[in-house]
Structure formats: structure tokens, C-alpha cells
């Protein structure tokens, strides 16, 4: 996308997903702090990136810095495996007009996104299955994914790609991050042991495929298809498995699509893989 093309997608509230590359993010009330984010945007990465150094002892990178209410939210996404997106939130002191060196996260949220990474890693091979699948299928029948830059400025919930994204169910399997923190050097046969061990390997992770039409309509026998194809696929990771196909439009300050979406849910409809 050229400058100018850049710059009109920016001024535009609702984009098509293919030219969708994060412009426009932000949080509730992050235009009461955008200018003093765009300022101190070094400082805020800075800080980011030094909590989670310390906190986690994890080299990660800053993929965007969004202006939030009272804060600003950093988007970081992991430089080795395990491979995962999250975030921390950097405090605005808005009296003062200052950043702060106070770095937050919401509880729980970068433990369970490593937490995927490590499945991720745990089961590599069946991934790539997976990856086969979604792309096969999606061209097969005309749908498309997020673009590689709205992956990396608007998505910070764990182990994602442009199709699909992992949600660990209930608790996770904090032992497994616990032990991993502990000892990064173990190996992807001794991870994937330890979450066959768990009680209910196959619904301990969610495995969302997300995906977007071309144009505006949505053909459900196509959907349908994809979701039969699923059931019938062997190869892929355990996990309780939703197929959503979304519409082609996406609210850029969100990132998330408009209108209603179609396919199955975890939790109601899902399909479950062993």
C-alpha cells in the first residue's frame, strides 16, 4: 500500500480486511492520549521491554504502541519459540501530561500466551498440518485471513496467525509455563509429555479459525464445507476446534469485523480432535 492509499485507509472508520495493516487501533478514550503516546512512544517501548525482560527473563519486540485510557498498550511479540503475541500496559499520568514507569498486564494474559506458544512447540509438526489445512481449504473456497501487519499490531492473545489462534480453556496448564520458566531448555518431546498428562489434553486448548470473505456475502455451503472438512481432517493438534467466517469488512479502531459472523463456537458446537 502506497503513502497516500495509507493515508486514506487511516481516514476511514471501516477498511476491507485485505487492506487492513492495524492503521487506526486504539483503545477506549486512547484519543485522550494519543499525542502524548506518538511523543514518547521510545520511552514507553523502552519500558515495555525492560519489564518483560525482567519479569520473564524473554526477549520479545514491540510490534505497536496503542493509546489506551490512562495508558498506553505495548504489543510485543516473542523473538524465539516459544512463539506468541501479548501485551503490557505502560501507565499515563494525565495530570502531569507524563509517562510513567509503572508496566502492568492484565492477570493471567502473558502466562496463558506463552502458554500457547508452548503447545504450539509441543506439537510442531501437527501445526504444520494444520497450517496445510486452513490454507488449502480457504483458497479452495475464496476466504482469506488477516493480513501479516494487522497480525502483528492488533493481536496479542497468545500463539496467532493470519487464520486461526490458540485460547487456553479455564486455568491453562500453568504447571507447564511454571516448568518452562524454570528451565527453557526443555525439549519439545518432554512439553508435549507433559500436556498429555493433563486431565482432558484435547480441550485443554481452544483453536479458533477465523476467517474472512472477499466481498460481502457469505456462502454458507462453503463454510459448511470447510467446517465437514475439519471433522474429517486426521494430523492436526488436540484441542476443541470453531470454524468463524467473518464478513470482509473490519472497524479499523477495533480491529475486529463488522456485522455477524458464521460457523461454530467453543463450548456449544465445537469439534473436538484427540
Do not use: C, W
Request: aromatic share 8%; charged share 25%; no cysteine.
Amino acid at each position: 500500500m502506497d503513502k497516500k492509499s495509507n493515508e486514506d485507509a487511516v481516514s476511514k472508520k471501516e477498511v476491507a480486511v485485505q487492506d487492513y495493516t492495524g492503521q487506526g487501533f486504539i483503545f477506549i478514550d486512547g484519543d485522550k492520549t494519543k499525542d502524548i503516546v506518538a511523543e514518547n512512544k521510545d520511552l514507553i517501548s523502552k519500558y515495555a521491554l525492560d519489564y518483560f525482560k525482567e519479569k520473564y527473563d524473554t526477549d520479545v519486540v514491540v510490534n505497536n504502541v496503542v493509546p489506551a485510557r490512562n495508558a498506553a498498550v505495548v504489543i510485543l511479540e516473542s523473538e524465539e519459540e516459544p512463539q506468541f503475541n501479548t501485551s503490557v500496559i505502560v501507565s499515563i499520568d494525565m495530570n502531569k501530561k507524563k509517562v510513567l514507569d509503572s508496566v502492568t498486564s492484565e492477570e493471567g494474559s502473558i502466562a496463558q500466551s506463552i502458554q500457547t506458544g508452548l503447545y504450539a512447540m509441543a506439537y510442531e509438526d501437527k501445526f504444520s498440518n494444520l497450517d496445510k489445512f486452513v490454507k488449502s481449504n480457504s483458497e479452495k473456497y475464496g476466504f482469506i485471513g488477516l493480513t501479516d501487519e494487522a497480525v502483528k499490531k492488533t493481536r496479542d492473545s497468545g500463539y496467532v496467525t493470519n487464520y486461526y489462534y490458540l485460547a487456553m480453556q479455564g486455568s491453562g496448564a500453568s504447571n507447564i509455563s511454571n516448568l518452562y520458566m524454570a528451565n527453557k531448555n526443555i525439549n519439545k518431546d518432554s512439553l508435549k509429555s507433559l500436556f498429555e498428562k493433563e486431565k482432558n489434553p484435547e480441550t485443554l486448548v481452544g483453536i479458533v479459525i477465523s476467517l474472512y470473505t472477499k466481498d460481502k456475502t457469505v456462502d454458507m455451503d462453503k463454510v459448511n464445507s470447510i467446517i465437514t472438512n475439519l471433522k474429517n481432517a486426521e494430523g492436526l493438534p488436540p484441542g476443541a476446534y470453531a470454524v468463524i467466517v467473518n464478513g470482509n469488512i473490519i472497524d479499523v479502531t477495533s480491529g475486529h469485523a463488522i456485522g455477524d459472523s458464521v460457523g461454530t463456537s467453543i463450548g456449544v458446537d465445537e469439534i473436538v480432535k484427540k
